[in-house]
């Protein structure tokens, strides 16, 4: 049974690119979260996609965008690079209702 | 909103000695609360969650955690570490699966 994959494991760009990152859920998984974790912090909630809609966001710009198919895969796009974005980009899923998420080994996104 | 605190940001342990990591939170209602594990350059691994029930929550690894309404708190704790615990722990609060993590504290187990 394999867990949750992310691609792809390292990205370098440099400021004002675009970028996409993907997710592949858990088997029986159709809840997808993305984290934003810079270096030294804890993640930070992005947004949610379940049902393809997204249906909670945190604190980040419309630079931040996503999607969700149906197969419950999902990518997170990220327009006009800063500096700043440089983290680690962390997928979870869930299944349903349940509070419980899952973690990707994240992507590492390096912007120069 | 809901917060999380973890007080300590770094804590060196002797190999076999026991741990406990502290963990603060602030939250409206019920929480459901989670302690994460994340190795250097890796993703998050699930250790524990509370979500109802039995105050003391057995995980994987030998961890175990200790609700307590009246201190806000969730602390981890092992009663013999091992020199592969060393990594960074998180606790968590979630609100409808979306979570909110806190600032993390770093294990270092010396020989």
């Known amino acids: 049974d394999a867990g949750v994959t992310q691609s792809p494991t390292h990205l370098i760009k440099t400021r004002g690119q675009q970028v996409t990152l993907r997710c592949s859920p858990k088997?029986?998984?159709?809840?997808v979260s993305w984290y934003q974790q810079a270096l030294g912090q804890g993640p930070q909630f992005i947004f949610q996609?379940?049902?393809?809609?997204?249906?909670q966001r945190g604190n980040f710009p419309d630079r931040f965008s996503g999607h969700q198919f149906p197969n419950y895969s999902s990518e997170l796009n990220v327009n006009a690079l800063l500096l700043g974005d440089s983290a680690l980009y962390l997928c979870a899923t869930g299944q349903g209702e349940q509070e419980t998420q899952y973690f990707g080994p994240g992507t590492r996104l390096l912007v120069l | 909103a809901q917060s999380v605190t973890q007080p300590d940001i770094h804590i060196t342990v002797s190999e076999g000695a026991s741990l406990e990591l502290r963990c603060n939170y602030s939250?409206?209602?019920?929480?459901?609360l989670f302690w994460y594990v994340q190795s250097p350059g890796q993703g998050l691994q699930l250790l524990l969650k509370?979500?109802?029930?039995?105050?003391l929550v057995q995980g994987i690894k030998g961890f175990e955690a200790e609700f307590k309404r009246s201190q806000s708190s969730f602390n981890l704790r092992k009663p013999s570490v091992h020199w592969s615990d060393a990594a960074e722990y998180f606790c968590?609060?979630?609100?409808?699966?979306?979570?909110?993590f806190g600032s993390g504290t770093r294990l270092q187990v010396q020989p």
């Open positions: 996609y379940y049902e393809e809609e997204e249906r």
């Open positions: 939250y409206g209602a019920t929480p459901y």
């Open positions: 968590a609060v979630a609100r409808r699966r979306a979570l909110t």
């Open positions: 088997s029986g998984h159709d809840t």
């Open positions: 509370y979500f109802s029930g039995d105050t």
